[in-house]
């Protein structure tokens, strides 16, 4: 399997070099030549699998000769073994025609789980077999960074530098963080904004002699492997529904777009998915361009739904290749244009083909709050404040052609205070979190200066 960068100017490289690169040299990022595909028999063939077996078989299709299976097959095991779900991806049912499928039962309670517990596997076996070590630096304004710490803690091919704003972020989510003691693992509070720890990472980034001294990586969600892994639960949710002699909807609240993408990618792949539904909060810079053509950023606005508060969806730009039927310089057109003027705009003819991909929909915290209440007094379930945005953006598309699988994307015990908001109720934490709040923190806090960050990388 070859992997391209959608700018047209980085070496093809294969899955193993493509996830250990991240982000392509031409700044583009990477996805394959050609799209895998499965017949409808290949499809019913997978019916009845565990997750981790179905993950291998859904995998094998992105990492081609680079991994044999058997060995996927440990590495996919060990990523699941740590989910405390035994359907690791379980599903419920909310109304008539509308399910609701729980992405939440990893370590971190957040779906970013499903990828970066792949992720730290990968890397991991990747590294021994070059005899290589790495270091991740990453920047977390919350969800990613303890995804990112739960996936490679531990490892010994790898150690982790993550950096947050000291003081914004929410206690659970830095003690979700600076709880994890093991060795490889450097929590690093800066005195500063999210922002600022951002442009701190870049910098490393983009200092050559740091970067190979230190053969420094980044799982952030432009990752392909991390996609890749994505889709897995897709062809989960869809098989579970009766695919493929079935079709099924998806709604996705959305944010840097990774989630839903691999929902379009597993829709290429032959899944019969009829539409693939976007959640937006008020950051509605993807509602925007379905509606009108028109990608244009006006700043972020915090939300009570925080991993949705982007500025701009980075992995959109995959879809953005696909939609111009991989033309390379019409891409490198928006992205110059976005880079320059904070937006760019597509034809009549091009929209209409994106309308007929996805649907989107943009809720304020009001309705957020509201559809938490509905939910929780029609069905008794308790939604976090992402999620609801998916059970929104379903009702409000209100397609009955097939049934609608929302992703929901963190458990409510993640945004206590949004929940307690919404229906009085507080929330505990699951019982393996129980002592999050007891437990001993281990961080080091840094000025907001690269240099400072910097020498405690080494
Ligand atoms: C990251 C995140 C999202 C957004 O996912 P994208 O892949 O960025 O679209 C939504 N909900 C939660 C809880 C998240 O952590």
Not at 258 to 267: E, F, M, R, S
Not at 344 to 367: V, Y
Not at 388 to 416: R, S, Y
Request: proline share 4%; with cysteine; net charge neutral.
């Amino acid at each position: 399997m070859e992997y391209i960068s959608t700018r047209g100017e980085a070496p093809v490289l294969d899955f193993k070099q493509a996830t250990l690169a991240g982000l392509a040299e031409d700044g583009g990022l990477y996805l394959p030549k050609v799209w895998p595909s499965l017949s409808t028999d290949n499809i019913r063939k997978l019916r009845g699998m565990d997750y981790p077996t179905l993950a291998v078989e859904i995998m094998q299709h992105f990492t081609g000769d680079c991994i044999q299976s058997s060995t996927l097959a440990t590495l996919a095991g060990r990523a699941y073994r740590g989910f405390h779900h035994d359907a690791v991806a379980p599903i419920k049912q909310l109304d008539n025609n509308l399910f609701f499928m729980e992405l939440f039962h990893g370590p971190t309670l957040a779906f970013k789980d499903f990828a970066l517990q792949f992720l730290g596997q990968l890397f991991d076996h990747f590294l021994r077999q070059n005899n290589a070590r790495c270091t991740i630096v990453g920047a977390t304004s919350g969800d990613t960074g303890s995804a990112a710490i739960e996936g490679v803690r531990g490892l010994d091919a790898v150690e982790l530098f993550m950096l947050h704003p000291a003081g914004r972020v929410s206690e659970v989510q830095r003690r979700q963080m600076t709880t994890i003691t093991d060795k490889n693992i450097h929590n690093l509070a800066v005195a500063g904004t999210f922002d600022d720890c951002q442009s701190m990472v870049k910098a490393m980034f983009n200092d050559p002699v740091f970067r190979k001294k230190h053969s420094l990586s980044a799982v952030n969600s432009i990752n392909w492997a991390r996609i890749a892994a994505q889709v897995v639960y897709y062809f989960w949710a869809a098989l579970s529904l009766g695919a493929p002699d079935r079709a099924v909807n998806f709604s996705v609240p959305t944010g840097n777009f990774g989630n839903i993408l691999a929902g379009y990618i597993a829709k290429k792949m032959g899944l019969p998915i009829n539409r693939l539904i976007i959640g937006s909060n008020r950051n509605d810079i993807l509602t925007r361009f379905f509606q009108t053509g028109c990608m244009e950023q006006t700043g972020v606005h915090p939300t009570l739904s925080p991993s949705m508060d982007i500025q701009i969806s980075s992995n959109f730009e995959r879809y953005l290749f696909e939609l111009f039927s991989r033309n390379h310089e019409e891409l490198n057109r928006c992205m110059i244009e976005l880079n320059r003027d904070g937006k760019f705009s597509i034809d009549t003819t091009t929209l209409n083909k994106a309308q007929q991909d996805f649907s989107a929909h943009r809720f304020c915290d009001e309705k957020i709050s509201d559809e938490i209440r509905r939910i929780y007094q029609s069905s008794g379930e308790i939604i976090d404040p992402h999620s609801v945005i998916g059970v929104a953006a379903a009702n409000a598309e209100n397609d009955n052609t097939a049934p609608t699988i929302v992703v929901g994307t963190a458990h409510p015990a993640k945004f206590p205070d949004a929940v307690k908001n919404a229906i009085g109720v507080n929330i505990p934490l699951p019982a393996h979190l129980g002592d999050l709040l007891t437990k001993k923190e281990k961080m080091t806090t840094v000025e907001n200066d690269v240099e400072k960050v910097k020498a405690i990388v080494g």
